[in-house]
């Protein structure tokens, strides 16, 4: 079927089109209802990682390593007070679902001399006892190694850790923290914080719901001024808007359908498809326009543009389709549901643009030709003008590499991948002060736990021993807050026992059977030794310092294991450890999705082209503009992450829509021009829509940079420079290809169409 026939036949089966689009599309929507929200960054893991099967080993031996600090820091109080206080706060805590436990000052159990075995165990601060000042005082100095990570050295600072369970929804749990936390600051005397690496989910919640709710009809709004400022026709508006409104409603229907969850990557999708599917309706909108100027009745008009657009327009959607469907490879969920659903909706705005506007543009009994000799554009033929000279004919054309070049060996250098999560968080956010304060109190926040095993029990001095300087070399290395084990009470009870730190009795009690030991103490030790007592966890935490290499120390602790304590296996994971082995995964993911976009779109355009040059002649600016705005992240100091590591395949899959329809242009001009000709008034004829083009996509984009979460502000700034970018390169360095080297019309381009 030709393309005007297919034209005929969209108009001829209008009644049954719209009918049916409309069904589907209420449809859709009502499966939109039922879209599953997910913003926890530990399950965009890969589950075949094996940092992540390190941790799921661990979890098998000990309590999940999920936590969440909850600090209070005390104006002026006594112990008591505080220990009261926090012994009623831990009630609060403990009734809530997902909670596990909740350990604290309040609740600790020290060993002392008492009982049959000349050792019994007591809380360090009774709820009802008689204690004098000086008397708690001397019980904290006696027993601080067991309450170092619950109270700051000058007692004003009190620590809660609330264990979590394994399935606990982490969003919804800090929620109803972070608002007890708020209650409590509003009492004179008291200031609280709250950390966990899993809240990070919490305000990527909030934020995601402020930005889609805030964001979205800002981006629409802002393209619908755009819009009627290029066309000044309200019908062409809602024309390109409505049909990006269906495409959007159809993804979001499949992502529910499919059971993918709805994530802060996802949430971009929207903000991205306006600008990239308002896109291709401005390039036919336009066309058709001119068309219906030179005279020609609808159907002629509608023949003409979609016999010029449509397979460009068709290719810039496969080309933007390779860009974002090569994340379909990678091992991260977020990024590999992103590219999937971005590339489908991509598609559904393709396929929408191609049905639904013939019949908006049928449907306009006005037939009011579009002005397309405004002011703005009599300025910017002018402009294309002596852009054209400079392209074709200056000698300093080429001397724009070298700047070039140099502002991409600055910037490469300076790009870093950033794994914690809190680090994604604003600066003045809640999470992330409340993280540098018990850092600066408490040694560190980010976990992790290191598991000694054995064949044999560990019901030695030996290996007891060798625990120690195990211990002692991790608290050594640099970067390492705390280390906390079962060596604190076991060194307390040899003391009390033997007087010596360590000795066979307390071993004994602390490794035997645990019915000599009272449950809160049994408790206790399952932290730490292992059931059949062969494995016994060190826990140990990291600073938050950016210069830090955690993956780097934790393999010097391995290697000092390995080579000192053969008789040990060790395994070395937690939630930080998770995190940081996500770097070597988001940047395998950078480089297989970049590779995975540049050669598709080479061969499509290639085959589109029908010429190597001509596909090279295309491919080159948007490599160069990659390359600008990769460098641009290192000169802003904006780090590859979990949100930002699509930011580039994005940059791609947009900007090669320029250089597609500035050379197709050229090539429909060929036949009737000499080169340079046909050059000029290509620039006139598709400079000018591009700019148009890359005005509404790049503020579409620019949108995002009033996000709360910088990583999206980081990466709708990062776009919004891209297309200007994409565009500029792609006209300029094309113009300049095609003077020097040339480019034969093997193409079905054999007409010159409309000048």
């Excluded at 209070?72 to 809530?96: C, G, H, V």
């Excluded at 449509?310 to 933007?320: F, N, V």
């Excluded at 009795?505 to 449950?519: D, H, M, R, V, Y």
Aim: charged fraction near 15%; aromatic fraction near 12%.
């Amino acid at each position: 079927m030709s393309i005007s026939s297919f034209v005929n036949q969209l108009i001829k089966y209008r009644k049954i089109t719209w009918p049916l689009i409309l069904a589907l599309t209420i449809f859709m929507g009502y499966q939109c209802t039922k879209i599953i929200v997910d913003n926890d960054t530990f399950n965009a893991i890969p589950p075949n990682l094996q940092a992540k099967l390190d941790y799921e080993a661990l979890k098998e031996e000990f309590p999940s390593p999920y936590t969440v600090l909850f600090i209070a820091e005390f104006e002026d109080a006594d112990l008591n007070e505080k220990a009261d206080s926090l012994r009623s706060w831990s009630q609060w805590f403990t009734q809530l679902k997902d909670v596990a436990s909740v350990s604290g000052l309040h609740n600790v159990q020290v060993p002392v001399r008492r009982g049959f075995l000349g050792i019994s165990n007591d809380y360090l601060i009774p709820k009802d006892h008689t204690f004098s000042a000086e008397e708690l005082n001397q019980r904290l100095g006696d027993n601080r190694n067991l309450t170092e990570f619950f109270i700051s050295d000058d007692q004003s600072v009190l620590c809660l850790i609330i264990g979590l369970t394994e399935d606990v929804d982490r969003s919804r749990l800090m929620e109803q923290v972070i608002e007890y936390s708020d209650q409590l600051d509003q009492k004179d005397g008291i200031s609280t914080y709250v950390t966990s690496e899993g809240g990070v989910s919490y305000f990527i919640d909030k934020s995601m719901k402020r930005d889609f709710s805030l964001l979205l009809p800002i981006c629409f709004f802002v393209i619908f001024l755009l819009l009627y400022r290029v066309f000044r026709r309200f019908r062409f508006v809602a024309a390109a808007l409505s049909v990006n409104i269906v495409a959007l409603i159809w993804t979001f229907g499949i992502l529910s359908l499919t059971g993918t969850p709805f994530s802060i990557v996802i949430s971009i999708i929207p903000v991205i498809l306006f600008p990239i599917g308002v896109a291709d309706a401005i390039h036919l909108l336009r066309t058709f326009t001119i068309m219906n100027k030179k005279g020609h009745n609808v159907y002629v008009s509608l023949q003409k543009t979609y016999e010029e657009l449509l397979i460009p327009c068709l290719l810039t959607s496969l080309t933007t389709c390779a860009g974002f469907f090569s994340f379909a490879f990678s091992d991260i969920s977020w990024t590999r549901h992103f590219g999937i659903f971005t590339g489908i909706a991509v598609l559904f705005a393709f396929l929408f643009n191609t049905i639904l506007l013939p019949l908006f543009l049928y449907s306009d009994k006005s037939r009011a030709i579009y002005n397309s000799h405004t002011a703005e554009e009599a300025a910017l033929e002018n402009f294309w003008k002596g852009f054209g000279e400079f392209a074709t004919n200056s000698k300093l054309r080429f001397a724009l590499l070298i700047p070039l070049f140099f502002f991409f060996i600055v910037g490469f250098l300076r790009v870093n991948v950033e794994t914690n999560p809190i680090s994604m968080l604003p600066e003045n956010s809640f999470l992330r002060q409340s993280d540098s304060f018990i850092e600066e109190q408490f040694g560190g926040t980010r976990f992790f736990s290191i598991v000694l095993s054995s064949e044999e029990r560990m019901d030695s001095e030996e290996k007891w021993n060798a625990i120690e300087q195990i211990n002692q070399y991790i608290s050594s290395q640099q970067g390492i807050g705390n280390v906390t084990s079962a060596l604190p009470l076991l060194n307390r009870m040899s003391m009390l026992l033997s007087n010596r730190e360590i000795s066979n009795p307390a071993i004994s009690l602390i490794t035997g059977s645990g019915s000599l030991l009272s449950e809160n103490f049994r408790n206790y030790l399952n932290q730490w030794i292992s059931e059949d007592k062969t494995k016994v966890r060190l826990n140990a935490t990291f600073q938050s310092n950016p210069e830090l290499k955690p993956l780097t120390i934790t393999s010097n602790i391995e290697e000092y294991v390995v080579n000192e304590f053969p008789q040990f296996d060790i395994l070395i994971s937690g939630p930080t450890i998770l995190n940081e082995s996500m770097a070597s995964v988001l940047i395998k993911t950078q480089i297989a999705s970049l590779i995975f976009t540049f050669i598709p779109v080479f061969l499509c355009l290639m085959i589109f082209f029908r010429s190597v040059r001509a596909g090279l002649f295309s491919i080159l600016p948007i490599i160069l503009s990659t390359a600008f705005v990769y460098a641009l992240m290192g000169v802003m100091g904006v780090n590859i992450n979990l949100v930002t590591v699509i930011t580039m395949n994005t940059c791609i899959g947009i900007g090669i829509d320029y250089s597609i329809h500035f050379l197709s242009g050229f090539l429909h001009l060929k036949n009737d021009f000499q080169t340079k000709e046909a050059l000029m008034k290509s620039l006139k004829r598709k400079g000018t829509p591009i700019a148009f083009n890359t005005m509404i996509v790049g503020l579409g984009f620019l949108v995002l940079s009033f996000s709360t979460f910088p990583p999206v502000r980081d990466f709708g700034i990062l776009v919004f420079a891209s297309m200007f970018i994409s565009a500029l390169f792609s006209i300029l360095f094309i113009t300049i290809l095609v003077s020097v080297f040339g480019v034969k019309n093997n193409t079905h381009f054999k007409s010159g169409g409309t000048t």
